[in-house]
């Protein structure tokens, strides 16, 4: 587009400059003609380019984008249980939302000026060293004085974005933890305090960014001065008699013209430089956390069902990233079909040993047999099969009753084996009177549900699954004696069958 414009200038001096002859008068004529033209059609060109350019971009940047939060959601299900605990959910959501939300801007934005400042400038340049060549070459003069300025702003841009997307973990972070322990911030008074966080993690946000800003509004100008300089110096070349004495005086506003085009889009890409460089930073990151370890899923042996015996031999164990440990040498058989209630202080490992049976966490010294293997030999996949598990802290996922009773491979259930299912868990008296029965909504989380129906929902998924190994932890503590009682008698006559 400039490039072309330039050439233009060129034309339209030269043409004016040579009167007189009739030759050069119907030259002028179709001139008249041709130039408005051909900068019409220039213009109709750019647009559809334009046009084109941008819906591309988008359809590119949407697609690596989409792709990216798939891909991570993807390997956030295959993560261990480790990784959780290491790292806040606030912090991977903004991984999530945020950084990709950034690498598409990158993508977008930068490229398409990348690609449009970037040729117009080879494209200006290429011009002017057509025109005068010798003139042209005091520009490469500067291109070391912009390389350092340029890379040491792409430094401080990629550090601070870094600081950005981090204070935006903590932003997510500290919101959904007040979110969620609401009535615990109302009734200890943690609102000012919650307020504060909030306060330190948005305002470190904002300085990163004014930062950002700073280093930006330096970056701009200075460039365009150097610019300038380059511009100026050749000008004052320019107009020395023995140089301009060479050129047409269209070559020569031509050239000054292309040479004065050059600073915008040097500006713009200049000033893109700060977008490229943060969605760098968030694809660092994103890369970063698909290439965490998956769980360790060696094992090959298939078990369709087991009939599960579970023998821990000598199992010492240490949560990852702790000394402490926790088993120590544990030794314990329980035969198939029977029943093993862990009595204990708080604290003292029930949980622990819950855990490492469905392989949460993976055992370094010592082993567990199931039906008499090594847990590890049997595919993840399979070994959780025939587990059923209710945890210490109950799970509902927002939806209906029925979908948190059928959840995951048991989608397909009929409502004729959940009711059973519900029955078994003393659930059903509760659902049957519900409004709208297994259809109801039970709300994030579960908390449109007291505290005991929410765990007999959760043991009704249990026994649902109907698998040879059910693991209760503190599953009923939420629940009256009695139900407690008529869960205890449906597990009992579950287990002769
Ligand atoms: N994810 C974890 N990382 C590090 N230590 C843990 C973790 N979970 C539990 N512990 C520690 O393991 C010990 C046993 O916990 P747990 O098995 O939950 O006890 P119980 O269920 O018997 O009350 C506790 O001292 C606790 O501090
Ligand atoms: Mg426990």
């Given at each position: 587009m400039e490039p072309t414009l330039a050439y233009l200038l060129q034309l339209i001096v030269d043409t004016l400059e040579s009167?007189?002859?009739?030759?050069?008068?119907?030259?002028?004529?179709e001139d008249r003609i041709f130039i408005p033209l051909f900068i019409l059609g220039i213009f109709v060109i750019r647009g559809i380019g334009t046009f084109f350019g941008s819906y591309f971009m988008a359809l590119i940047g949407t697609k690596l984008v989409f792709d990216l939060r798939v891909d991570m959601f993807n390997k956030l299900s295959e993560l261990?249980?480790?990784?959780?605990?290491?790292?806040?959910?606030g912090r991977i959501l903004s991984k999530l939302t945020f950084n990709t939300e950034q690498v598409i801007g990158s993508v977008t934005q930068a490229v398409r000026v990348l690609l449009r400042e970037g040729l117009t400038v080879i494209g200006l340049f290429g011009f002017m060293l057509y025109t005068n060549w010798r003139l042209s070459l005091f520009f490469i003069l500067i291109i070391p004085f912009i390389a350092v300025i340029?890379?040491?702003?792409?430094k401080r841009f990629r550090k601070l974005s870094k600081r950005i997307q981090n204070a935006m973990g903590g932003i997510t972070d500290v919101a959904s933890e007040a979110i969620k322990g609401q009535e615990v911030v109302k009734i200890f008074g943690g609102k000012t305090y919650e307020r504060k966080r909030f306060y330190d993690a948005a305002y470190s946000n904002r300085r990163s960014q004014l930062k950002m800003e700073l280093t930006k509004s330096l970056n701009v100008p200075i460039i365009q001065f150097i610019v300038a300089t380059a511009l100026a110096t050749i000008i004052w070349l320019a107009l020395d008699p023995d140089i301009s004495e060479n050129m047409t005086a269209g070559h020569f506003v031509a050239f000054i013209g292309a040479a004065g085009m050059l600073s915008k889009p040097l500006r713009q890409l200049t000033e893109?430089?700060?977008?490229?460089?943060?969605?760098l930073a968030a694809a660092q990151s994103i890369f970063e956390f698909l290439d965490e370890k998956s769980e360790k899923d060696q094992g090959e042996i298939q078990a369709k069902s087991l009939q599960g015996e579970l023998v821990f031999e000598k199992v010492s164990f240490a949560y990852p990233n702790t000394d402490k440990l926790i088993l120590d040498k544990v030794n314990l058989v329980l035969p198939a079909g029977k029943t093993l209630a862990l009595v204990g202080r708080s604290g003292g490992g029930k949980s622990t040993i819950a855990n490492l049976v469905p392989r949460f966490y993976d055992?370094?010294?010592?082993?567990?047999?199931?039906?008499?293997?090594?847990?590890?030999d049997y595919g993840l996949d399979d070994l959780r099969r025939n587990i059923a598990l209710v945890n210490q802290k109950i799970v509902l996922f927002n939806g209906s009753v029925r979908e948190n009773i059928a959840y995951g491979h048991l989608a397909e259930a009929s409502d004729e084996d959940?009711?059973?299912?519900?029955?078994?868990?003393?659930?059903?008296?509760?659902?049957?009177?519900?409004?709208?029965g297994l259809d109801t909504q039970v709300g994030e989380d579960g908390t449109l549900f007291s505290g005991g129906q929410r765990q007999r929902i959760a043991i009704a998924?249990?026994?649902?699954?109907?698998?040879?190994?059910?693991?209760?932890?503190?599953?009923?503590?939420?629940?009256?004696s009695e139900s407690e009682r008529a869960i205890q008698q449906a597990l009992n006559s579950l287990m002769k069958d």
């Open positions: 009167p007189g002859s009739e030759g050069a008068r119907s030259n002028l004529t261990p249980s480790s990784y959780f605990h290491g790292e806040s959910s340029v890379g040491y702003a792409s893109i430089n700060s977008i490229l460089q943060k969605g055992i370094e010294e010592g082993a567990l047999r199931v039906d008499g293997i090594n847990a590890k959940i009711i059973a299912a519900a029955k078994a868990a003393n659930a059903w008296d509760f659902i049957e009177k519900l409004e709208q998924r249990a026994i649902l699954k109907d698998a040879s190994i059910l693991i209760l932890d503190e599953a009923t503590s939420a629940l009256d």
